[in-house]
């Protein structure tokens, strides 16, 4: 699976232009929307909460172009909830976003 940690900003140049400014402002709305998803991931206590939290990072990752922070997300959806390994791949992840 690619990494591209330049993925996120040249999707946010083409949406906005080249504003250094909100450019900026829109990564740290991203990292702290990952960061959430991420926290109800650890918290879920059931399997509709595991998988509602999964997909809605991946869906930030889609929107984002983080593909690896996507695919990541996709494949905890499927796991048990709680699942160590996937909550720290994901936490590395957005860690290098």
Do not use: C, N
Request: no cysteine; charged share 30%; hydrophobic share 50%.
């Amino acid at each position: 699976m690619a990494y591209d940690p330049g993925a996120i900003d040249a999707a946010l140049v083409a949406a906005v232009g080249d504003e250094p400014a909100l450019i900026a402002e829109l990564r740290m709305a991203f990292l702290d929307s990952a960061q959430r998803s991420l926290d109800l991931l650890e918290h879920a206590d059931s399997v509709d909460d595991w998988r509602a939290a999964a997909l809605r990072l991946k869906g930030l990752g889609a929107s984002f172009g983080a593909i690896r922070l996507m695919a990541l997300a996709d494949e905890t959806s499927d796991l048990p909830v709680g699942d160590k390994r996937a909550l720290q791949r994901l936490r590395r992840a957005i860690e290098r976003l």
